[in-house]
């Protein structure tokens, strides 16, 4: 059973918070965590979360060694569900609640493409929280209405490659970059269902997108 330290951890009354897509799942090895959009109050979650990874696992996130200022932490927590998603995974370890990986995406300036992002904690990769997070931000992105999801990878994250190979993802070498590989995944239209989808709560496409803080792609684990 989902402990309720963990079950109260998305207990939120926000404004236009998609509650509707918290999910209660469980992992190959049968450990329960829950994936849900991200929060505008998990500051503490994601402070401790990204000042967790190791320096590669934050290299291949940041694709640099920098780290993330205090106003870029707070707006990876504080988006605008209609043009952007980032669905986290959530686990209980020593009675407190951890965050585990987050799969997030930002819309290009057209709408119907976007770039996503993959990042899983160091203890947690190989465990199939990437797969999950993933497959997650891929049915989302199908059912509001994405066309196409795009990313880079560094051309020696082979553990990033496997997976995106595995969830369909076609690779190409970046033409201006050796160090680099692209993925992209062409989205099949919505089926009927989408339309009960909007109806609890999804949100339309956006128009427009700052690509300011568009995401990188970039993880160690292979699902």
């Not at 609640?97 to 997030?104: D, E, I």
């Not at 970059?177 to 269902?193: F, H």
């Not at 339309?204 to 699902?223: H, I, K, L, Q, Y």
Request: aromatic letters at 6%.
């Amino acid at each position: 059973m989902i402990s309720t330290a963990l079950e109260q951890s998305h207990a939120y009354a926000t404004p236009r918070y998609p509650a509707h897509l918290v999910a209660s799942r469980r992992l190959p090895d049968g450990t329960a965590i829950v994936i849900r959009p991200i929060h505008p109050e998990d500051d503490d979650l994601e402070r401790a979360f990204i000042g967790g990874l190791s320096s590669e696992t934050r290299y291949n996130r940041l694709l640099s060694g920098r780290k993330l200022t205090p106003e870029e932490l707070r707006h990876l927590t504080r988006i605008d569900y209609e043009r952007e998603m980032a669905f986290i995974a959530l686990g209980v370890s020593g009675g407190q609640t951890r965050m585990l990986g987050v799969a997030r995406y930002v819309r290009d300036a057209g709408g119907a493409a976007a770039e996503f992002a993959l990042v899983v904690a160091d203890a947690w990769q190989r465990k199939g929280v990437g797969s999950m997070l993933l497959g997650t931000l891929l049915r989302h992105a199908q059912a509001v209405g994405i066309e196409r999801l795009h990313g880079i990878t560094l051309a020696t994250n082979q553990a990033m490659q496997n997976l995106a190979r595995k969830l369909g993802f076609v690779q190409t070498h970046d033409p201006q970059d050796a160090t680099v590989r692209q993925v992209e995944k062409r989205l099949a239209p919505a089926v009927p269902s989408v339309a009960a989808c909007s109806n609890a709560g999804h949100f339309p496409r956006a128009a427009a997108n700052d690509a300011s803080m568009a995401p990188s792609f970039e993880t160690s684990d292979v699902g």
